[in-house]
């Protein structure tokens, strides 16, 4: 059971939007940065979202991301068959002294 | 571009030691905080902690006793080292530059499944 907790899993069709939440306490999300990873079927996690909303270079502005209290959410709009894949939230929790991550949530796209 | 390329045994016997080395390119090692997270077949990840050149490290508590992460500068090269392991420890295991003022890794290898059985 991870301290983080993502919904198993989500679904939406192609060109809808789709929301996946993360739900932690004050002494991660609550207190630190929240970051988000994608990671495609058979490949290495890959960074779509840091310090909760900012985006890296490379990633499109269909990926979104925003924290409220002690909860953190991903957006992705438009939705491509290309984005189907496992995605994680990540924050550091201060009362662990660890990085965290949640426990993943796979999306289909039907 | 940075870089990352996982090396070490594929296969461990249990009770002895996990080794892996993390090659670095397209950045200076001493340019950054790096770290390692594990996935176990199926499951989701885990951090196993993020280390510095200069030999400032943390490490996830739940595996603590047994890590140590070390750094080769003259080599671009961080190593992992997970003692007594067990089945359980079977895993990808993922190095990765860590940002430490924010707490998240941008940058990741393609991962090295280790397996633990006898």
């Known amino acids: 059971q991870s301290v983080l907790t993502q919904p198993p899993s989500v679904s939406a069709a192609p060109g809808q939007k789709v929301t996946i939440s993360c739900s932690g306490s ?75 991550f949640g426990g993943g949530t796979t999306l289909t796209v039907l | 571009q940075v870089q990352l390329q996982e090396s070490g045994p594929g296969l461990v016997k249990p009770s002895e030691t996990l080794s892996l080395t993390c090659t670095v390119s397209g950045a200076s090692i001493t340019s950054s905080y790096w770290g390692w997270i594990r996935q176990p077949p199926g499951k989701g990840l885990e951090s196993i902690g993020y280390m510095y050149y200069t030999g400032t490290t943390n490490y996830n508590p739940s595996l603590k006793s047994r890590v140590t992460l070390l750094v080769d500068t003259s080599k671009k090269q961080f190593s992992l ?6 089945a359980a420890d079977t895993a990808v295991y993922y190095c990765a530059s860590y940002n430490n003022h924010a707490s998240f890794f941008d940058n990741w290898g393609q991962g090295a499944l280790v397996t633990v059985s006898s």
């Open chain 1, 26 to 100: 004050t002494s991660n999300i609550g207190d630190n940065y929240v970051s988000w990873y994608q990671q495609l079927p058979g490949t290495a996690p890959k960074l779509l979202i840091y310090e909760n909303y900012k985006r890296p270079s490379g990633i499109p502005d269909r990926f979104s991301g925003s924290k409220s209290g002690t909860s953190a959410t991903l957006g992705i709009t438009g939705l491509q068959t290309g984005d189907e894949a496992e995605y994680y939230c990540g924050a550091w929790d201060r009362s662990l002294s660890a990085d965290l």
């Open chain 2, 81 to 86: 080292k997970l003692t007594s392991v067990t």
